[in-house]
């Protein structure tokens, strides 16, 4: 019996949005189990990865599930798809061709699926273009978007060609990262895909870019809650290049700066959770006090880390006291101006970045020292009546007074 007429099979679906969560874990699992294969141990950047993964998969599947006809959710999904799959392919090409002399089976299909980093990229870029509601703007975007798409699409197709020739030649080598060596390192007939690489890389780092500044423009031009959505996203994409970027510089870090990898890992969840609450509209007047807040705590974090390490360094190396003494010192100082510096940042940064709420608080302030030498109790109402309607501008305001016995 066929479908009527004025019916259609929809696949985006809330149904369909949690059966692709459901898939997602169960390949997290699966990376899960193929990581102690490898024999390295659990390393830092792989429980990073699965955190990462697991940040833009939650708010694909959330954003899906909510709004199943916007484009969004589906490309977050995308981006959580093909990351786990090149790590799941990276973590088994690894186990079968190092550790089992490629005996295990499946093993060229890990080979083939390693690159899928690349659309994951790709799919990330598009949805800094296309938020907040998956919508292309006319004009120049559409060209661009199709270029951007072509150049990701001759990468993937130069990529597979590279690991389909090296399976089916036999000749698969695979490096210490679990990627297929002829592409991490390409020599020989292949030393043409290095001159690629290097065109691949800047030239979507440039279109990524270009969408970064027409948003920019765009909000520069907008009001109200696209005003708030485009803040949401320049604020998540700005931690998340800061944070990508220190995650590469400290991969390799020993000691003490291994934490500084587990607070980039962190940051780098800025862009999916932007994105969530950017598109769902969720809490989107909460955008100032979190961007100041977390200025606020970026600045005193700096200037009391500078004034411990110059402190210690002042106390081991010119006065000459013990490295004990110096730190406990060192230490008690930090923790006293912890409060005075951090009242004093947060007023300076909420007058810059929150003004709505350094306004009300000086608001308020005021009202509590006119307040202390009031004495006529239709004053005070008139009074605090016009400042609550000053700070917080609600749409009805009333006060009730209990009558005295």
Request: hydrophobic share 55%.
């Amino acid at each position: 019996m066929g479908r009527s007429p004025g019916r259609r099979l929809h696949v985006a679906t809330p149904a369909t949005a949690l059966a692709v969560g459901v898939l997602i874990v169960v390949m997290l699992a699966g990376l899960c189990v193929v990581g102690p294969a490898e024999h390295r141990g659990l390393q830092l950047s792989r429980v990073g990865e699965i955190v990462l993964f697991l940040g833009f998969g939650l708010v694909g599947v959330i954003v899906a599930w909510h709004q199943p006809r916007n484009p969004m959710g589906w490309v977050l999904f995308g981006v959580t798809f093909f990351l786990v799959l090149s790590a799941l392919g990276n973590g088994y090409a690894y186990v079968d061709y190092r550790v089992h002399g490629g005996r295990l089976p499946l093993g060229w299909l890990a080979v083939l699926v390693s690159p899928s980093w690349a659309p994951a990229i790709v799919l990330a870029g598009l949805a800094v273009m296309l938020f907040p509601d998956g919508r292309i703007l006319a004009g120049w975007w559409k060209p661009m978007l199709w270029a951007y798409l072509g150049i990701g699409a001759l990468w993937m197709g130069g990529a597979v060609a590279i690991s389909l020739g090296a399976v089916v030649g036999h000749h698969v080598t695979i490096d210490s990262s679990g990627g297929l060596t002829s592409l991490d390192n390409p020599t020989g007939s292949n030393a043409w895909w290095g001159a690629v690489q290097s065109v691949f890389f800047p030239a979507l780092a440039v279109f990524w870019l270009v969408w970064l500044a027409g948003q920019v423009l765009s909000y520069r031009r907008s009001s109200g809650d696209r005003r708030l959505q485009l803040k949401w996203l320049l604020s998540g994409a700005t931690v998340f290049i800061v944070a990508a970027i220190g995650l590469v510089w400290l991969t390799n870090s020993t000691g003490v700066l291994k934490v500084g990898v587990g607070v980039a890992g962190v940051g780098t969840l800025a862009l999916p959770v932007s994105l969530g609450f950017g598109i769902l509209k969720f809490r989107l007047y909460d955008i100032d006090r979190i961007v100041s807040r977390t200025l606020a705590y970026a600045i005193v974090t700096g200037l009391l880390l500078g004034v411990y390490a110059g402190l210690v360094l002042l106390a081991t190396e010119v006065l000459k006291f013990h490295n004990t003494v110096a730190v406990a010192a060192s230490t008690l100082v930090a923790a006293a101006l912890f409060n005075p510096v951090r009242h004093r940042v947060q007023r300076t940064v909420d007058r810059r970045f929150n003004r709505a709420r350094y306004d009300a608080d000086r608001t308020v302030a005021a009202f509590a020292a006119r307040l202390q030498d009031a004495v006529d109790l239709g004053t005070v109402r008139a009074d605090l009546l016009g400042v609550v309607q000053g700070a917080l501008e609600p749409a009805h305001l009333s006060m009730w007074i209990r009558p005295v016995d």
